[in-house]
Each structure stands twice: as structure tokens, then as C-alpha cells.
């Protein structure tokens, strides 16, 4: 049981490319979620999703998409790279008890610099 | 939209003292208190949580307190050691089916001096 994987765990980007984070977990879950995290900002809220094929936006979800194909993976897309987007970004999933969602899981992160 | 406030930001304490992390949430329909604690290169990993049909809750050296009232919740570490030193999150949730979202607060680095 690996619980939540990122893929890749570093990556340099130039401004304008892009590139897409892989997010996967083994544990049947159905909420999925794409957080960044900056100095100072604690955890802000990408985009999330409730299950296979829906997705929705969080915090601040400008210059990122999400699609959510397949109900272990969640995958975060930067169309065209900008400074701003240097940050780590964690992907976290939860598992829902009828009408209560219950602890959130977080991958190890994936450390994104953009050039 | 909710807004969770944590301090202080950084912490030090002798091992095997005390320490007391604060945060404070806006929204009075969140109903579901975590908190995380991350390591170097780590993830944040979930170590205690409360809900709001309770006022405390405690695991081992670790403890929650949420007042409603006043809308603020407080994470109690005791007999500190080594090892507790990381970066500290709460949050705070509302439990709308198909909604929830967690809402965190900055951090705070707490370190252990031996």
C-alpha cells in the first residue's frame, strides 16, 4: 500500500513550458485535491475533485487544469510556465463516510522551479 | 470564504517543556478541526483532529482544544522531545457534501532545544 505517489519529485521548468504532475493513490478514495505551498502561506487550495470525471476549482486555480480520468489518478497541467508558479505542490486524497469526508492523505510533494 | 489565523509562526522550547500552537477560523459553520504536521522534503501528515461535538481531545503527549464560542482552537504539546520539531498546520472545514474543503493557517516552526 503505497498510499499517495507524485510524480515527478523535482522538476525546472523555462517560462512558457509546460508540464503535467502526476498524482495517483491506492486507496480507493474519492476525493482528490492539488495543493501549493509557498514561505509564509501555509497550503492553498489548486483544484479538487469529488470523484472519476468531475473536477472543480479552488483557491486559486489561474494558470493550472486538472483532469481526473480515472477515479486513483489526478493529474495538474501548466499550460505555459510563469515565475510565479515556483512553489511545491502537494496532492492530498480523503476517503468519504456518507455525509462526512474523513482525513486527508498527502503525497510527498513535488518541488516545481521555473526559470 | 473561511479564513484561519495560526501563531505564533515559530516556537522554541526546551525538551520536555510545553508547547502551545493557537489558530483562530472565521466561518462559525466549520465543524471539523485538524492538525498536520510536516517534516523536512515531507508531506503534511494528519496528527490529531477534532470535530465540533467535542471541546477536547487527547493522544498521548498530544492535545486539541476548540472553543466555538469564540471560534479558536489549540494545539497542546507536552513533555516536548526532539522529535517534535516541524512545521505545524491547523485548518478548518465544513462538512457540505460535495464541498468539503480544507482551509489552512501559515505555520508555525517549532523547535526542540535539547
Known amino acids: 500500500n503505497a498510499g499517495v505517489t507524485q510524480t515527478p519529485k523535482f522538476r525546472v521548468l523555462k517560462t512558457g513550458q509546460s508540464m503535467t504532475l502526476l498524482c495517483a493513490q491506492d486507496m480507493n478514495h474519492e476525493y482528490m485535491y492539488w495543493y501549493r505551498q509557498d514561505p509564509g502561506m501555509g497550503l492553498r487550495l489548486i483544484h479538487y475533485?469529488?470523484?472519476?470525471?468531475?473536477?472543480a476549482k479552488g483557491e486559486v486555480p489561474d494558470g493550472y487544469n486538472v483532469s481526473r480520468l480515472k477515479k486513483q489518478n489526478f493529474l495538474l497541467g501548466l499550460e505555459s510556465a510563469a515565475p510565479s508558479q515556483t512553489s511545491v505542490y502537494f496532492c492530498?486524497?480523503?476517503?468519504?463516510?456518507?455525509?462526512?469526508?474523513?482525513?486527508?492523505?498527502f503525497g510527498p510533494g513535488t518541488r516545481l522551479t521555473v526559470l | 470564504g473561511e479564513n484561519v489565523e495560526q501563531h505564533p509562526s515559530t516556537l522554541s522550547v526546551q525538551e520536555g517543556d510545553s508547547a502551545v500552537i493557537k489558530c483562530t477560523y472565521s466561518d462559525s459553520a466549520s465543524n471539523y478541526f485538524p492538525w498536520y504536521k510536516q517534516e523536512l522534503g515531507k508531506g503534511p501528515q494528519l496528527i490529531i483532529d477534532?470535530?465540533?461535538?467535542?471541546g477536547e481531545k487527547k493522544d498521548q503527549r498530544i492535545a486539541v482544544t476548540l472553543n466555538k464560542t469564540a471560534k479558536h482552537f489549540s494545539l497542546h504539546i507536552t513533555e516536548t522531545q526532539p522529535e517534535d520539531s516541524a512545521v505545524y498546520f491547523c485548518a478548518a472545514s465544513s462538512h457540505n457534501f460535495g464541498n468539503e474543503k480544507l482551509t489552512f493557517g501559515t505555520g508555525t516552526r517549532l523547535t526542540i532545544i535539547p
Open positions: 477534532i470535530r465540533s461535538n467535542v
Open positions: 492530498a486524497s480523503s476517503y468519504v463516510r456518507g455525509a462526512r469526508t474523513d482525513t486527508q492523505y
Open positions: 475533485s469529488v470523484g472519476e470525471g468531475t473536477t
